[in-house]
């Protein structure tokens, strides 16, 4: 059940041992090329299309977005091969589809309805993730919420690789989702498979083992893409101080709301040792407690949302 005063003192801890000035390490960022900006944004597409029931509740065969906010995906040729939703005791949920127009396969996870309640009330134990390394430790709603759809997953990302073996595979999910699909993605990879991961405003999933070893499969077998938006205070949960560590490389976003994302507004910041860095998300002074900022990336991710934003 959410509680607002265990959510007030998680923002205050948050607030607290954010750094008070952002001063990026100069050769720890870079900026981001005009074919990246466009995988972010298709991939974004992919991830607000998670939140429509209709793409995961068994009802479409075509991935669709009835609000509108995923054009580039809608228009593409599309098919469905497994919806899940509300698995487990974390509600796992999203899908599995094919985009013939792209030649990909996509995992996509769709963010929890209860992120608040979520973060506020859970004391973030490690447990061990040997499917993913043997030294590896991740939180373990977020394992829960990955493991809760692993068979129906790997069961349906077999017959997709099987029935097109030259399609790429893209994993993607956003807030809760990310973590999801940072874990999908580092097991996949873990069996030969090659897979990118697309991560929007993913709390920290993991210990430095955990983040050392998906972090070493970048470039390897499969890119890393976690992407964060200005002051959104879920990327910096849990704490570092309790033993988490994110996943390189961080790309971001520093424009407000409501505006066209350019080039210039992306900025990747390289590295996961300790996360040395000043900058980014964990750079800004301020935490954003509305949730505005965690919602919109390239626009609002949860428009399709039958309640219309992530409680």
């Known amino acids: 059940m959410f509680s607002q005063t265990s959510l007030s003192a998680l923002l205050a801890a948050v607030t607290l041992l954010s750094p008070a000035k952002a001063i990026p ?6 900026d981001i090329s005009a074919d990246v900006l466009a995988k972010l944004y298709l991939a974004h597409q992919y991830s607000a299309a998670a939140y429509c029931p209709n793409n995961n509740d068994n009802s479409s065969s075509k991935l669709t977005c009835p609000t509108g906010n995923c054009d580039i995906v809608q228009a593409d040729n599309t098919s469905v091969l497994t919806e899940f939703q509300n698995l487990g005791l ?19 996870y769709r963010g929890t309805e209860s992120i608040q309640n979520f973060l506020a009330d859970a004391s973030f134990p490690l ?25 129906a997953i790997l069961a349906a990302l077999d017959q997709a690789r099987a029935q097109h073996p030259s399609y790429s595979l893209d994993v993607i999910g956003h807030s809760l989702g990310a973590a999801a699909a940072t874990l999908a993605a580092a097991h996949v990879r873990n069996t030969g498979s090659h897979a990118d ?48 560590l994110h996943v390189a490389d961080e790309y971001w976003i520093s424009s407000p709301n409501g505006v066209n994302v350019t080039t210039s507004d992306v900025v990747v910041f390289e590295g996961y ?15 954003d407690p509305t949730f505005q900022t965690h919602e919109w990336i390239f626009d609002k991710i949860t428009l399709c949302y039958p309640k219309g934003t992530i409680e």
Request: proline share 7%; glycine share 10%; net charge neutral.
């Open 90 to 108: 974390a509600d796992s949920t999203g899908y599995v589809a094919l985009d013939h127009t792209r030649s990909k396969i996509i995992l996509a």
């Open 127 to 151: 447990v061990p993730a040997p499917d993913i390394c043997a030294s590896c430790h991740a939180e373990s709603g977020f394992y829960s919420f990955w493991r809760a759809s692993k068979p």
């Open 197 to 244: 991961l697309y991560s929007f405003s993913s709390p920290r999933v993991g210990d430095p083992a955990f983040a050392r070893y998906v972090g070493g499969q970048d470039g390897v077998s499969g890119s890393n893409y976690r992407v964060t938006h200005r002051d959104d205070w879920v990327p910096k949960a849990p704490l570092k101080a309790m033993g988490y």
């Open 273 to 287: 040792e300790g996360e040395d860095y000043d900058g980014g998300n964990a750079g800004t002074e301020k935490t």
């Open 25 to 30: 390490a100069p050769l720890a960022r870079r």
